[in-house]
């Protein structure tokens, strides 16, 4: 093919491009049009294939040609996919929307109100999807693969052990257990729906844990996952930074410590200022004037690839924290304990 020809198929592929990209109605199906035309085995790279068979002038010719129009395609498919997400997250926003209107009833000594942990728990719910996400909810009773091995705890794992789950006399034994974290509903989003995914799962927890001021068997989290193109640590750090601001106010700080946790690498501790004792040492905190709230870290590949996520292509992070930990230092409750007692002194203050 002659450099005339050349040059003018390639308007004619810019032109087509530029009329596909126009048409296009959401950001996957713009990634599909860019791939088609500017792709390995895209429009293009027929064009580029032909140059090996022209003289140096007409080479230097068509290559400029070629790289001015594949980059004009490549600006035009960025804009028009910045414009539709935009667009798509406008609209899963407004897809999400829940109407957190209130009203004002008279009020006797006779009523109850709602429990700190539920209120803690509608707060927390509030802030996050105030960030974009969406709240999803799971079974309290788990299979063993949704609670251990789809998330990278094999069976030789402590975690497994009798004496820190409760396992339930159901099926082939050890293959039930009262989920001992809402990781398992991240197993379950995964499964049900293709990522872009940024969600939040809260819900009770169990493990066989001795109740003391910080713990008790029976509790509450909040996990939250993110999977999409690109997400990197700085994006964990900048999604807690902002919960964190936004639940326990300016005033309050936030550090990340390097921990291990199965189903991400890295991983990390989030902590904050113990607010019972502003940081100076208490009971609550341990004397270290920090009191930890969860943990976060990168999704690890495992975990995608069990469930069917190519890792390569998508990256993510997960985060869990503990709702009545949340609570307990949102309204200085020195010992958790005190959730469980049923003493109207203490809940009538809620």
């Not at 999400?96 to 109100?113: K, P, Q």
């Not at 995914?197 to 008790?216: E, F, K, L, N, Q």
Request: contains cysteine; glycine residues 8%; aromatic residues 8%.
């Amino acid at each position: 093919m002659e450099s005339p020809d050349l040059l003018a198929s390639m308007k004619e592929i810019a032109e087509a491009a530029a009329i596909a990209l126009a048409a296009a109605t959401s950001s996957d199906q713009v990634r599909e049009i860019e791939i088609s035309f500017i792709g390995k085995r895209g429009s293009l790279a027929d064009i580029s294939s032909e140059l090996r068979n022209l003289d140096a002038d007409a080479k230097r010719t068509v290559g400029e040609a070629l790289n001015s129009i594949r980059s004009e395609i490549s600006s035009n498919a960025e804009s028009v996919r910045t414009s539709l997400r935009e667009q798509e997250r406008m609209l899963r926003l407004q897809s999400e929307r829940r109407d957190l209107s209130e009203f004002l009833v008279d009020r006797h000594d006779s009523l109850g109100s709602i429990h700190l942990i539920s209120r803690t728990r509608a707060e927390l719910e509030d802030v996050f999807v105030g960030m974009g996400f969406s709240v999803e909810d799971g079974p309290e009773v788990e299979t063993e693969w949704n609670n251990f091995e789809a998330l990278n705890i094999p069976r030789h794992h402590p975690a497994r052990a009798s004496q820190d789950s409760f396992f339930l006399k159901f099926g082939e034994q050890d293959s039930v257990v009262l989920r001992t974290h809402t990781s398992p509903t991240q197993i379950r989003v995964m499964q049900a729906q293709e990522p872009p995914i940024y969600a939040v799962m809260p819900g009770r927890v169990y493990r066989r844990d001795t109740a003391d001021s910080r713990h008790t068997p029976a509790f509450h989290q909040i996990e939250g996952l993110v999977v999409d193109r690109g997400i990197g640590f700085g994006d964990l750090a900048g999604t807690i930074e902002t919960f964190t601001r936004a639940y326990f106010g300016p005033e309050i700080n936030s550090r990340l410590r390097p921990a291990f946790f199965p189903f991400t690498e890295p991983s990390a501790e989030f902590e904050i200022t113990c607010t019972i004792c502003g940081g100076t040492g208490c009971r609550t905190c341990s004397g270290t004037g920090w009191i930890e709230l969860g943990g976060c870290g990168m999704v690890h590949p495992n975990v995608f690839k069990a469930v069917g996520v190519d890792p390569e292509e998508w990256s993510g992070f997960a985060f869990g924290f503990g709702i009545d930990r949340c609570a307990q230092m949102r309204h200085s409750v020195s010992d958790a304990r005190i959730y469980l007692d049923n003493d109207i002194r203490f809940l009538s203050q809620f």
